[in-house]
């Protein structure tokens, strides 16, 4: 009986079809994650650019402003739970005041600042000059709810980081935010 099975074209097709199915399906779902991913990554690198172009204009922050600033520009509905860090850079790699940060994910953006000195990579630097700033903004998020198949792909870690010259040198901070970044209020 078996052997009659394996010579029975239509018993062939049955049996093609059935190991075609699962390498399809996961074709499918890998195709459906990468795409997923992929849209985020450009939700995010558009939402860390637009906070710092509108940061990078101005001279004075206050938290209030500030805050609803983060809550129009960063649309939670569709970057879900993310992790928001803002810095204030020099071009000699010292940060005036500690990083502002922001969002329901606590510390899921990587450190790239050791005390008032930044460490990661900048677009330009220069030693001899002290009156030009840049905002570094850290935008991260996990792929987890974005993956049908979390099993291929895991639970990744998504970052996106927007870097602009700041019109302002100095940046006036209100007494909320100058405590939270450990300034003394001016």
Same mark, same amino acid.
């Given at each position: ?24 399906? &996961?074709?499918?779902?890998? $195709?459906?994650? =990468? ?7 450009? @939700?995010?690198? %558009? ?10 204009? %101005? %001279?004075?922050?206050?938290?209030? $402003? ?5 809550? %129009? ?10 992790? =928001? ?8 790699? /010292?940060?005036?005041?500690? #990083?502002?940060?922001?969002?329901? =994910?606590?510390?899921?953006? #990587? $450190?790239?600042?050791? &005390?008032?000195? !930044?460490?990661?990579?900048? #677009? ?9 700033? =840049? ?7 996990? /792929?987890? $709810? ?16 927007? @870097?602009?010259?700041?019109? !302002? ?6 007494? #909320?935010?100058?405590?939270?970044? &450990?300034?003394?209020?001016?």
């Amino acid at each position: 009986m078996i052997s009659r099975f394996f010579r029975d074209e239509n018993a062939n097709a049955v049996l093609e079809f059935a190991l075609f199915v699962p390498v399809m399906i &996961g074709i499918i779902l890998a $195709s459906a994650d =990468l795409y997923n991913i992929n849209r985020m990554r450009g @939700v995010m690198e %558009q939402t860390a650019h637009n906070l710092s172009s509108i940061l990078s204009n %101005q %001279q004075e922050w206050n938290i209030k $402003s500030f805050d609803y600033l983060v809550e %129009q520009v960063v649309d939670v509905k569709s970057l879900g739970s993310y992790s =928001l860090v803002v810095s204030k850079v020099n071009l000699d790699r /010292t940060m005036d005041w500690l #990083p502002i940060y922001r969002g329901e =994910l606590d510390a899921a953006c #990587p $450190s790239k600042s050791e &005390g008032n000195r !930044y460490l990661d990579d900048m #677009p330009e630097e220069d030693e001899d000059v002290d009156n030009i700033s =840049l905002i570094v903004v850290q935008l991260c998020r996990y /792929t987890d $709810s974005l993956v049908l198949n979390s099993g291929l792909l895991g639970n990744k870690l998504m970052e996106s980081v927007a @870097v602009n010259r700041l019109l !302002y040198h100095s940046i006036i901070l209100d007494k #909320p935010l100058s405590e939270e970044v &450990g300034v003394e209020y001016e």
